[in-house]
């Protein structure tokens, strides 16, 4: 009577006796489970596990669709050399008004950008810096989501660790020129 030895991955051994037949069918089934079993490990390793990027999507890579980087240096520049320099100097960034100041990139974006970039309250705090009329990122995104929300357009509702880019919408616009046309 022939005898079978089978090792199993966990280390369990198996004998068996009985007819070649009985032998073979044993063997046979042992085969094709630890096949199955290879080729589901296989395509589980194959699969790639579900997490969500982290990597901020550019113009240059990304799947999903691309957000342009503003160019922070040249919205500043259009601020300090536009036609309303003095009017915005004087009545936004000489003034107490911390909405003013975060809606002004907005504003210039608009008008001599023709809307070319959304910002989000990181670029409004950066670019507040580089004025010298520093809004930290906190106080843009308060004033952005709260008194400032009737003026904007946000691209997403805001949820917690993800960006919402904002541009000014016709009532913004409106509130902007009225301001600084305002005393001429």
Not at 71 to 92: G, P
Request: with cysteine; aromatic share 4%.
């Amino acid at each position: 009577m022939p005898t079978a030895s089978i090792n199993l991955p966990d280390g369990t051994k198996i004998s068996v006796d009985g007819s070649v037949g009985e032998v073979e069918r044993i063997v046979k089934a042992y085969a094709e489970a630890n096949a199955q079993s290879r080729d589901a490990k296989r395509q589980k390793a194959a699969k790639p596990a579900k997490r969500r990027a982290k990597t901020k999507k550019t113009d240059s890579g990304g799947d999903g669709p691309s957000v342009a980087e503003p160019d922070y240096a040249a919205i500043v520049n259009m601020v300090h050399d536009c036609d309303e320099t003095d009017a915005i100097s004087e009545k936004i960034l000489d003034s107490h008004g911390i909405l003013n100041r975060v809606l002004l990139p907005l504003y210039i974006i608009h008008k001599y950008f023709d809307d070319e970039w959304e910002l989000t309250s990181g670029d409004i705090s950066k670019i507040t810096n580089d004025l010298k009329v520093k809004v930290s990122t906190p106080h843009a995104s308060t004033r952005l989501s709260g008194e400032g929300k009737k003026y904007l357009a946000a691209d997403s509702v805001g949820r917690k660790g993800v960006p919402v880019r904002y541009k000014l919408n016709r009532k913004g616009i409106q509130y902007m020129e009225n301001l600084l046309a305002a005393g001429d």
